[in-house]
């Protein structure tokens, strides 16, 4: 694989924290929480998530796009159309074949299959919607992009759990280096917070009960476990000798692997081959966005492999954990923190974490120095770890 | 009669995000308004719930034939 410089040059992102970069930031910076009731049904498990709020999908696609496609779809059209505007990225004859979309779901469309469902068990199956099969399905989100803005390069849609985007982002960033596309669109998107989603999503037996507001405290042993959320998230990748512009930050390093029995030894080969990769040490790491999520079985393995890798630092390892403040995003989690990198990169700044005292010392939420490179992981629990190097651009 | 059931129709075509003045009887469905043929479907389906009526909707046709059809299916 060659080795080129990948820029990140556009950013957008739906999200419970906020519908635009400046709001979403400000809301995680002021530690401000994102979730509340769900209110779906009395009898549903899950009664707190993190919804989007003020959106209005009509402001970035058009009614006729609405109304055959699930609210999944809507965050990421929507999260594309900004974070393409930021890139001045557009779509032309000379380019379509040149750009490629790699995008994450895990769950597809519970709105239209709720609607699907009432429509045939309520009416009969020639009342179904027309749109049932294609609105439901995960690869939505890709297609509808490739319609509308007549993108035809090479592209794929992933559907890996907490890992789907970050799958995305690795992928595609493979299409880069091969050559196989010049411009990357990557995002994710999910929109679980159903009464049949919710259901489904418990099954998994790490998502919080809790009856109200509860705090997800990621990586504390008494945490409540996962606090489901939605939204949207999706950034534009170029090779430095194809970008428009500067860019925001550089993509430096990535790494997957897959470890079922010993996670932590997968988690920390997973961290150090992307450090490795972007020719950099485990001291040159300034921030570390873990995948995190609250949920202590998945934590205490993410703990113990970041302890293992980072126990020799001089220093304390500066840490943040944005889904503590707007949850968990499933399809979209992994992008969403790599835009958290990017703007902790562009203000160099970090939210604080209450529980900080409560973690492992190893770990600080005060920034010691200026950030240059974050560390970003994206894990599931069945041992699929991906590792990403968001850095500063050189010169 | 004919009045109710052209605003019906209309009505059920802004609903799939058309605009209302590009509407018109002699529209075309197909050629003049657009509509793809799962939006037809959903336009068969808002007539048989609404109307009892199975109106075998041709792209081809204009506005005035669809409203033409769900009278002469009420007779």
């Known amino acids: 694989m060659k080795n080129k410089k990948l820029i990140v040059t556009g950013r957008g992102l739906i999200n419970p924290a906020g519908n635009s970069l400046n709001d979403f930031w400000n809301h995680i910076l002021s530690e401000k929480i994102c979730y ?78 709720e609607k699907g469902f009432d429509e045939l068990f309520t009416q009969s199956y020639a009342m179904v919607n027309p749109w049932q099969a294609t609105a439901w399905f995960p690869t939505a989100g890709e297609g509808y992009a490739s319609i509308i803005h007549g993108i035809k390069g090479y592209s794929k849609t992933f559907v890996a759990d907490r ?60 945490s409540p476990g996962i606090v489901l959320s939605e939204g949207g998230a999706a950034i534009v990748i170029e090779t430095s000798d194809n970008a428009n512009s500067l860019g925001i930050a550089q993509i430096k ?14 988690v920390v080969a997973c961290m150090n081959r ?24 998945s934590d205490r393995i ?19 954990f944005p889904k503590c403040y707007f949850g968990h995003q499933y399809g979209a989690a992994a992008v969403s923190d790599v835009i958290c990198a990017c703007m902790a990169l562009e203000y160099n700044a970090i939210p604080q974490y209450r529980f900080i005292d409560e973690i492992d010392e ?30 500063r651009i050189e010169n | 009669m004919y009045e109710e059931i052209f605003n019906y129709i209309k009505e059920k075509i802004c609903e799939l995000g058309f605009e209302e003045n590009e509407i018109t009887e002699n529209s075309g469905i197909r050629s003049d308004l657009g509509l793809d043929s799962s939006e037809v479907v959903e336009v068969s389906l808002k007539i048989k719930k609404d109307y009892m009526l ?12 669809v409203v033409n059809k769900i009278l002469e299916g009420k007779q």
């Open chain 1, 36 to 113: 509340g009731k769900l209110n779906i049904k009395d009898d549903t498990p899950i009664k707190v998530g993190a919804r989007v709020k003020d959106f209005n999908p009509v402001s970035y696609i058009s009614k006729r796009i609405e109304v055959k496609t699930d609210t999944f779809t809507h965050y990421f059209l929507a999260s594309l159309s900004i974070a393409m505007k930021e890139a001045g990225l557009t779509i032309h004859n000379e380019n379509e074949d040149e750009v490629g979309i790699f995008y994450g779901n895990n769950s597809g469309g519970w709105r239209i299959c």
């Open chain 1, 163 to 222: 890992v789907s985007s970050a799958a995305a982002v690795y992928h595609g960033i493979a299409s880069l280096q091969n050559s196989r596309n010049k411009k990357i669109l990557v995002g994710g998107s999910e929109a679980p917070l159903t009464g049949l989603g919710t259901i489904c999503y418990n099954e998994n037996g790490s998502i919080s009960n809790a009856i109200s507001e509860e705090l997800c405290k990621p990586f504390v042993s008494d």
């Open chain 1, 253 to 266: 390093g990535y790494a997957t692997n897959y470890y079922a029995t010993n996670q932590v030894e997968g």
């Open chain 1, 274 to 297: 992307a450090i490795w990769s972007a020719d950099l040490e485990t001291a040159d790491i300034d921030l570390i966005i873990p995948e995190g999520n609250g949920d202590w079985e």
């Open chain 1, 302 to 320: 993410e703990i113990e492999a970041m302890r293992a890798l980072f126990i020799h630092r001089p220093d304390k390892l500066p840490i943040a």
């Open chain 1, 362 to 391: 190893l770990f600080t939420d005060k920034l010691t120095s200026k950030i240059n490179n974050v560390l970003v992981n994206s894990r599931t629990s069945a041992g699929v770890n991906y590792s990403f190097i968001i850095s």
């Open chain 2, 54 to 65: 199975d109106i075998d909707l041709k792209e081809d046709m204009q506005i005035k034939d």
